[in-house]
Nanobody
Framework: QVQLVESGGGLVQAGGSLRLSCVFS????????MGWFRQAPGKEREFVAS????????YYADSVKGRFTISRDNAKNTVYLQMNSLKPEDTAVYYCAADMSAASRFSRPSHVGMVDYWGQGTQVTVSS
């Protein structure tokens, strides 16, 4: 059984940076595309970024493009989300996701209900 453990969330002022980490265990990490989603209070869970199993392909939501960077280290079974120039509207619980389908599919609204594995989430709060 796959387990995903996120860390790195916290409280930061607008314009600041945070780096989220997600450690994968239980299966072969390099067989899975990985992604980050977020959910703000009263809103649906939404796609943030995804990365292919090899790390060669990355995808981003328009709202974070140019500010967030997803990366992975297959030797450490870890995926990262570097978040720069944070805005109050980035405040949410951020979830790590693992899936054996293509990373390009993560951005489809329907894919939220099809993700193979989720982490427990980490809170990110951006103050104005």
């Amino acid at each position: 059984q796959v387990q995903l453990v996120e860390s790195g969330g916290g409280l930061v002022q607008a314009g600041g940076s945070l780096r989220l980490s997600c450690v994968f265990s239980g299966r072969t990490f390099s067989s899975y595309a990985m992604g980050w989603f977020r959910q703000a209070p009263g809103k649906e869970r939404e796609f943030v970024a995804s990365i292919s199993w090899s790390g060669d392909s990355t995808y981003y939501a328009d709202s974070v493009k140019g500010r967030f960077t997803i990366s992975r280290d297959n030797a450490k079974n870890t995926v990262y989300l570097q978040m720069n120039s944070l805005k109050p509207e980035d405040t949410a619980v951020y979830y790590c996701a693992a899936d054996m389908s293509a990373a390009s599919r993560f951005s489809r609204p329907s894919h939220v209900g099809m993700v193979d594995y989720w982490g427990q989430g980490t809170q990110v709060t951006v103050s104005s």
